[in-house]
Structures are given as structure tokens and as C-alpha cells.
């Protein structure tokens, strides 16, 4: 069997789509099914990086205000397309709402073979925070209506949480639906080194540290974190919280962080490489914490658990399938004082811990 992968992003950009078209891409390789991925070019990969075996890339243009991200040419997809030989295929699978649904639709009727479709992205939060001329009430219908279009269109859909099915058929969707979450891959649950993170970022062996890691934009709700951590200082005042990843929230996250005050309480790591630098940061987190409002599933939650980082999260969308209160997370509502008390909670907890000899890793 040959499926056919496209999207409209994909590493170098880190985000959960990239991040579960590959470890899709690997587990369907490992049970023989062949795997072509149309995805945008980006610029030049970093000096000895190679490209994926299967992955065309296709020209594409920058996106205004949004530096990561890029939008396929039209005129260019649609050529790639149609050099593909539409015989060699059986399946085409899109995984984003964009220019790929589209351009994989046109493919799948050409070749004569079903489309599927996997709905990774809540749009009718991510329109709000990236269309804020539309008022909310306007966006929200037309995300709702868009989001029918499209997964009429296509023969089945995935959702990777159970909530996100119900969302999608609260919306009056009718097609198919088939609940199938992105795993994890078993590097997750190498064991990483929190105390070489902490010295290559010079931060202090026996420092609480607070962490957030994942895509730095609007709709994750980071800066209720900030606000949040702010009132964590009131009890564990030589906290520190750490931001790591990129995004288009970053210059704003800083303006806030500094009208606050906090500029030595809070460090911006910057994107760190999957790998062994993203398991380290997850190891030397004394606590994880989420407050996403638009997760169809929440990997992170996932990764920060599978390094045994207690989590202190908001429960929203996907998220509520994953986290279970007393295994491994304490989940809270999205309310300062509570999520900071949550917080301090863990904080003081891994002191102990550690004052014992102990791992500093508390059931929460």
C-alpha cells in the first residue's frame, strides 16, 4: 500500500503536525506501508541536516507576520501533483486545512482513490487570535462553516482526541470519524539530562524550576502562565520560569514579562532541537505547566510525563483525554491563584524530595 502525505507545514517547523506526520510516517513504514510526503520548502537546513527520504518539497513563500510558516505556491503544488504518477497510489491522507486540503482533494478525484483527512488543528480558536479584525461571534461561525466544507469533501476523518470528535460533530459533520492519537516515539522515553540542560543554560542545579515547552504563539496562553508564575514568586521566590520554543508571541510575551518585572525570573530558551536538547529540558523541569485553550490532543503533555515531569495544566479540548488527575498531573482551572497554588504545590513537594535524597519526582 502507498499513501500519500500532504501539508501545508512540516519540519523545519516544529509544531504537533510535523511532529505527528513523522512518527506516522515511521510506524506505517515499519508495517510496509510506503509513504510520500508534499509539504513547503523552507529555507536552506542547517549545515549537515538531510532531508527525509520521501518528502517533496514544494516552492513556497513566506507568510506576512509569521516567520516560520510558509505558503506553498499554487501553480507549483498543483505541478508536483500532477507529474506524481496517480497509479502508484492508493490513499491520500491531508493534514492541513490549507492550500494542501484542496490540492489533495484535486489529486484523490484525478487518481480515482478515497481521501481522508486527519483534523489536527482547532480553527475556530486559531481564527480568532490570527484574524482579530473578525469579531469573535463572526469567526467562530465561519470557522464552523469552513471546517463542514472541508471534511464533507473527504470520505473519513481522524481525530486525535475524543473531544475533538465531539467538537466535529457538534459542528454537524457527517462524515466518518475514527479516533486515533498521535504516539509517542520510543526516543520519548529515553531518559534525559536535567542537570546538563541546567549548566549549558546556566541555571542553578538546585533552582525550582517552573517550565513551559511548545510553540510560542497567542493561542497557548502563555502569557496567563506569566501571570500566573508572578504569583508563584509570592511563595518560592527564587523560582525560575523557563519558555522554551519559538514563535510569534515572543516579542509580546518579552513586553509583558518585562512590564511585570520579571526579566530575572523568567528565561527564554529559544527552540531546541528534538532530540537529546529537548529531553534534557523536560528532565530538569521541577514542574511542566499548560494552559492551551485550542489542543486537539496536547503531545507535550505527553513528552513532559513519558521524562516523569509532574504537569500542572488548564484541561481543555484534547487535553482532557490525556490527563488524569493523580497520575502524573494536577489539573486546575484557568484561574491564577489555583494554578499557582497548584504549582507551588509540586514545587515544595520535589524540595523534599530532594532534602530526602530522594528523586525530586512527586505523584501529583
Known amino acids: 500500500m502507498r499513501v500519500l502525505f500532504i501539508s501545508d507545514v512540516y519540519f523545519p517547523r516544529v509544531n504537533g503536525v510535523s511532529t505527528s506526520i513523522r512518527t506516522f510516517r515511521q510506524d506505517l513504514a515499519a508495517y510496509g506501508v510506503d ?12 549545515e549537515g541536516a538531510s532531508e527525509e527520504q520521501g518528502v ?20 507549483a503544488l498543483t505541478r508536483a501533483l500532477d507529474v506524481l504518477p496517480a497509479s502508484e497510489f492508493d490513499l491520500v491522507h491531508i493534514h492541513t486545512p490549507f492550500l494542501a486540503h484542496y490540492a489533495g ?3 484523490a ?18 481564527l ?15 470557522a464552523r462553516s469552513f471546517t463542514r466544507s472541508q471534511c464533507a469533501a473527504v470520505q473519513a476523518l481522524i481525530a486525535p482526541s475524543e473531544p475533538m470528535r465531539t467538537v466535529l460533530t457538534g459542528y454537524g459533520v457527517t462524515t466518518p470519524i475514527h479516533v486515533l492519537p498521535t504516539g509517542l516515539a520510543p526516543d520519548c ?12 543554560a546556566g541555571i542553578d542545579a538546585q533552582r525550582p524550576l517552573v517550565t513551559y515547552i511548545g510553540r510560542v504563539a497567542h493561542e497557548k496562553n502563555i502569557g ?14 527564587e523560582a525560575l520560569l523557563l519558555i522554551a520554543g519559538e514563535g510569534p508571541a515572543r516579542e509580546p510575551l518579552r513586553r509583558q514579562v518585562a512590564h511585570l518585572g520579571l526579566g530575572a525570573q523568567v528565561h527564554f530558551a529559544g527552540y531546541l532541537e ?43 479540548l484534547g487535553t482532557r483525554s490525556i490527563l488524569v488527575p493523580g497520575c502524573g498531573a494536577l489539573i486546575v482551572p484557568e484561574q491564577p491563584q489555583e494554578f499557582a497554588a497548584a504549582v507551588v504545590r509540586v514545587l515544595r513537594a520535589a524540595r523534599g524530595a530532594a532534602r530526602a535524597g530522594l528523586i525530586p519526582r512527586v505523584p501529583v
Open 35 to 46: 509513504t510520500r510526503l508534499v509539504a513547503p520548502g523552507y529555507d536552506a537546513p542547517p
Open 56 to 75: 517533496l518539497r514544494v516552492p513556497a513563500a513566506r507568510v506576512p507576520r509569521d516567520p516560520e510558516d510558509r505558503r506553498m505556491r499554487w501553480r
Open 105 to 107: 482533494v484535486r489529486f
Open 109 to 126: 478525484r484525478r487518481a480515482n482513490i478515497a481521501c481522508i483527512a486527519t483534523y489536527h488543528t482547532f480553527f475556530e480558536e486559531y
Open 128 to 142: 480568532h487570535h490570527y484574524v482579530p479584525a473578525l469579531p469573535r461571534r463572526f469567526a467562530k461561525l465561519l
Open 189 to 200: 522515553f529515553r531518559a534525559g539530562d536535567g542537570r546538563a540542560f541546567r549548566a549549558r
Open 224 to 237: 496567563f502562565l506569566v501571570r500566573a508564575f508572578r504569583q508563584v514568586l509570592a511563595s518560592v521566590p
Open 274 to 316: 528534538r532530540g537529546s536538547a529537548l529531553l534534557d529540558c523536560y528532565a530538569a523541569a521541577d514542574v511542566f505547566v499548560f494552559a492551551s485553550r485550542t489542543e486537539t490532543q496536547g503531545l507535550v503533555l505527553l513528552e513532559a510525563m513519558a521524562q516523569g515531569a509532574p504537569v500542572v495544566s488548564t484541561a481543555e
